[in-house]
């Protein structure tokens, strides 16, 4: 024992913390024990919720998605990423298609040039090779893709990667799952 009056069972409690430990463990693989098991035992909880939560369930859609026509003037995309407040904003094309995206970082690039915001199109600064997710995505996993990707928003695509909402990582925040 490591009590140093030999009174306490240390080495004992620890022991037998490590056969619950093994027999615990048994248990849950014999039975075929899920993740999805545990958040549904535990939804209430950070772990839960890790595993239960969907980018749907957090993000915006509709008219609360940051979006600019490819046509649209630089002026144009920075009036709707200031009125929608995500850092962000969506070049799509009329049939709905993502065609890129513009970003806070983008902007702080394009104004290190001599540049005027209201005859230059969106189409010539927005960034082509955009990062997406999806809706039935976990938001743990966006969080995961964001954080090896090291961007803050993110543009999430239906099935036919048409633009259906948009996720920042203020929203993951907010939802607990940072």
Not at 57 to 84: C, F, N, R, Y
Not at 166 to 171: L, P
Request: proline fraction near 3%; glycine fraction near 8%.
């Amino acid at each position: 024992e490591a009590c140093p009056l030999g009174l306490a069972p240390t080495s004992s409690t620890t022991a037998a913390l490590v056969m619950g430990d093994a027999l615990a463990v048994a248990l849950l693989e014999a039975r075929g024990f899920t993740a999805e098991d545990f958040a549904l035992s535990h939804p209430g909880g950070n772990l839960g919720r890790r595993l239960l939560l969907r980018v749907s369930d957090i993000m915006h859609t509709g008219q609360q998605i940051p979006k600019v026509s490819h046509q649209a003037l630089l002026s144009d995309a920075l009036v709707e990423m200031s009125e929608k407040g995500l850092g962000m904003t969506a070049v799509c094309s009329a049939s709905n298609d993502i065609i890129g995206i513009f970003t806070d970082g983008d902007l702080r690039r394009v104004l290190a040039h001599t540049i005027d915001v209201h005859t230059t199109r969106i189409a010539d600064v927005m960034t082509t090779e955009c990062k997406t997710g999806h809706p039935d995505m976990l938001a743990a996993e966006i969080l995961e893709l964001m954080q090896r990707h090291k961007i803050n928003a993110l543009l999430i695509v239906n099935d036919q990667k048409q633009l259906v909402g948009a996720i920042n990582m203020h929203d993951l925040l907010r939802a607990g799952v940072v």
